[in-house]
């Protein structure tokens, strides 16, 4: 009977972790972190107020980041899909950029809503 009771309970237990299982690919999350996308990225950024200035992204693999631009620093979190970078900078500040990151992994353009293209590399 102790044998019946664990057994049921066994296959009850797998039953429920694998219908807790999402068939959607993680890819598609926007709060995944994109283990290709973590590093210091540095480049010159267009700014209309500062002219041509040098910035450095911080894509860390917790989820965190800092932008150092113009002599500040600003620290966010952040996620990706498979085409976009979200940051979240706080206080229901957000910006989702599309991106595109180079073939060999060392160049990440991205587009702002706006259409400011930037280009980074991989530092």
């Avoid at 296959?11 to 999350?29: E, H, P, Q, W, Y």
């Avoid at 500040?93 to 991205?110: A, C, F, K, P």
Wanted: glycine share 8%; aromatic share 10%.
């Amino acid at each position: 009977m102790k044998t019946t009771i664990k057994s049921v309970l066994v296959l009850a237990l797998s039953i429920v972790t694998f219908l807790s299982c999402s068939s959607k690919d993680d890819d598609d999350r926007p709060d995944t972190v994109r283990t290709e996308l973590v590093d210091t990225w540095s480049g010159y950024l267009e700014d209309a107020g500062s002219g041509t200035v040098y910035v450095y992204l911080t894509l860390n693999s917790d989820g965190t980041g800092t932008y150092d631009y113009d002599l500040e620093s600003f620290e966010f979190t952040w996620g990706a899909t498979s085409n976009t970078i979200t940051l979240n900078w706080g206080e229901g500040e957000i910006d989702v950029l599309n991106y595109i990151l180079s073939d060999d992994g060392t160049t990440l353009t991205t587009t702002s809503s706006e259409g400011a293209v930037t280009v980074l590399y991989s530092s």
